[in-house]
């Protein structure tokens, strides 16, 4: 339990200055809502103007801006881009951090099993996305019951929400497996942002190429792409499975790998 | 009993040496001192008794218990007071020994308040703004506030003044006297002699020799300092380290001392000297000729 409590004090402040920005500007977002919808009609076509290409790319060629959920699904991508950046960070750097600081032996030295440090500290990553995501909620709750015009399917919402978290657990859980073979500071960042904004542009190459379509398999940004979620009302079951699969499998590995691993600061 | 019992021990860095072969027992209430110079093996005959790092052949217990196995078990009983000390830059000292203490599942504060006023640490003071002595002291009492049974204590004097030394040596011999083994593991040899019973010469990840202090600095060796009258010079077994300048030779010698003098008595003897050797002059011949005897 020490080691749980330490890291929710070490990660507190990045965990407030993320969850503040991104809440901050989700809601910054949704308040151009009333503007946008007013003069939707026009607004719709402007964007048939555009090319169909770019529009599915990024995945805008269904949304009809006077609904809110729609409208949120448009800026919603960009947040679960920087939503997933803060949940890789945090998985990445939670274990990564003792070694490449050379605290990792003093904590070794300590009556705990390296089991025990993997699960506090995964734990740990775990209450701070949820956390996240629990304030995400809340926050768009209100806003959308402020700036509504008509009702929203709840369903939805909170769909889109929960396809932002398994998003976030995901690259968490890609982070930590990573994060046992990368310990250098200097190199957990670029990889990390490396992975998350590949996986990305994936998403938006899979969907402008259909040669190259099946590259939505490799992308998280695909399984829970906001507008396929309000357009479909789920995530596909194969999405789902992949996820969950990757999760399961990260954080065994990570388990297995950092019993095995030789630690020598 | 055996605190620590190390047999055939070896590791390597992917084809790199680490340690060989390295068989040791240190008994409960000894204070062992692991003497050799940097990169001989120590750290990482330490790091693997701690099982930061896994032996690739060989095995070692503590308090019989097997070192990588039962390995959170054991260190409930272990002090390691790192050779480089690296603590969480965030915390101020008094935070780190809290933390450190929580592990341990009793109230340490009263000996935590003890050492600290021993020592003359601030717990108030941030650890990044630490010099590298109050690193040092902040790592001794971590070591020490939860009473444990074995120390195992890496370079422990790095940095620490000459009177801070002293007292942290009189911390280990009233830990000593309370019946904690300490392993302690050092290139400086005048420390090792002032602390210890029994020491392992450690050269090139092998272990040397294992003698009892006493007997490696009385018993065997012998410094002669001869100048002869007339330019003689004498060659008997046991004569190591031979230097010789203009009429005068010095050597160590470890063989039999009525050879010497007999061998004396038929040569023109100006001035002679037979003194105890210092333990480094013993030690550096075990160095230079990296004999096992």
Redesign the interface.
């Known amino acids: 339990m020490?080691i749980f409590f330490?890291e929710l004090a070490?990660n507190r402040k990045s965990f407030i200055i993320w969850t503040v920005i991104l809440i901050a500007s989700n809601l910054g977002m949704m308040a151009m809502y009333p503007v946008v919808a007013e003069q939707a009609g026009s607004y719709n076509e402007l964007m048939k103007k555009l090319p169909k290409e770019m529009l599915e790319g990024l995945g805008m060629d269904r949304l009809n801006f006077s609904q809110i959920l729609d409208f949120f699904a448009y800026i919603f991508l960009y947040i679960i881009l920087f939503g997933g950046v803060y949940a890789m960070m945090l998985g990445s750097s939670i274990i990564s951090k003792e070694e490449s600081?050379?605290?990792i032996?003093?904590l070794?030295?300590?009556?705990?099993?390296r089991n025990?440090i993997v699960t506090a500290k995964s734990l740990c990553v775990l209450f701070y996305l949820i956390l996240f995501n629990g304030l995400f909620i809340a926050a768009d709750y209100i806003v959308f019951e402020a700036i509504k015009r008509d009702a929203f399917d709840m369903n939805k919402f909170l769909l889109l929400h929960f396809g932002f978290f398994m998003l976030q657990l995901t690259f968490a859980s890609v982070g930590l497996l990573i994060s046992v073979f990368i310990v250098k500071a200097k190199s957990v960042y670029p990889v990390t942002f490396g992975v998350v904004l590949g996986a990305f542009f994936l998403n938006i190459v899979s969907a402008v190429s259909d040669k190259l379509e099946n590259l939505k398999y490799l992308t998280p940004f695909k399984y829970v792409n906001p507008s396929d979620l309000v357009a479909s009302g789920k995530i596909e079951t194969v999405y789902m499975v992949i996820m969950v699969l990757v999760i399961i499998i990260s954080v065994v590995l990570t388990y297995v790998l950092y019993n095995?691993k030789?630690?020598?600061? | 009993m055996n605190a620590i019992e190390i047999r055939n021990l070896s590791k390597y860095?992917g084809k790199s040496r680490g340690i060989e072969d390295i068989s040791l027992d240190i008994a409960e209430g000894e204070i062992f001192g692991f003497i050799g110079p940097n990169g001989a093996g120590k750290s990482t005959t330490i790091?693997t008794l701690?099982?930061?790092?896994?032996p690739n052949g060989g095995s070692a217990k503590i308090f019989g218990m097997d070192c990588i196995k039962d390995?959170?078990?054991?260190?409930?009983n272990?002090g390691?007071l790192?050779s480089?000390v690296?603590?969480?830059?965030?915390m101020k000292v008094k935070d780190l020994l809290f933390?450190?203490a929580?592990?341990?599942k009793k109230d340490c504060s009263k000996r935590i308040y003890e050492l600290s006023s021993i020592l003359e640490l601030d717990l108030n003071k941030r650890i990044d703004s630490l010099s590298y002595g109050n690193r040092k002291k902040t790592a001794i009492v971590?070591a020490l506030l939860h009473e444990p049974k074995l120390l195992i204590l890496d370079e422990p004097t790095g940095g620490l003044d000459p009177l801070m030394q002293n007292r942290f040596f009189e911390i280990l011999r009233e830990e000593n006297r309370k019946g904690t083994t300490i392993f302690f593991s050092s290139h400086i040899l005048s420390e090792v002699q002032r602390m210890c019973d029994r020491v392992a010469i450690i050269k090139e990840g092998r272990i040397l020799k294992v003698e009892t202090i006493d007997r490696l600095a009385g018993d065997k060796f012998k410094k002669v300092k001869i100048d002869f009258a007339n330019g003689g010079r004498i060659n008997l077994p046991g004569m190591v380290n031979v230097e010789t300048k203009g009429k005068s030779m010095e050597f160590l010698f470890g063989g039999k001392m009525d050879e010497l003098i007999k061998s004396l008595s038929e040569l023109q003897v100006e001035n002679l000297w037979i003194e105890e050797p210092s333990l480094e002059e013993i030690f550096m011949h075990y160095y230079e000729t990296g004999r096992k005897d």
Do not use: G, H, W
């Open positions: 020490a330490r070490r600081d050379k605290t032996e003093f070794l030295a300590k009556p705990v099993t025990a095995r030789n630690i020598a600061v | 860095y790091r701690l099982a930061f790092i896994f390995s959170a078990k054991i260190k409930m272990i390691y790192p480089e690296n603590y969480y830059d965030d933390y450190s929580k592990f341990y971590q």
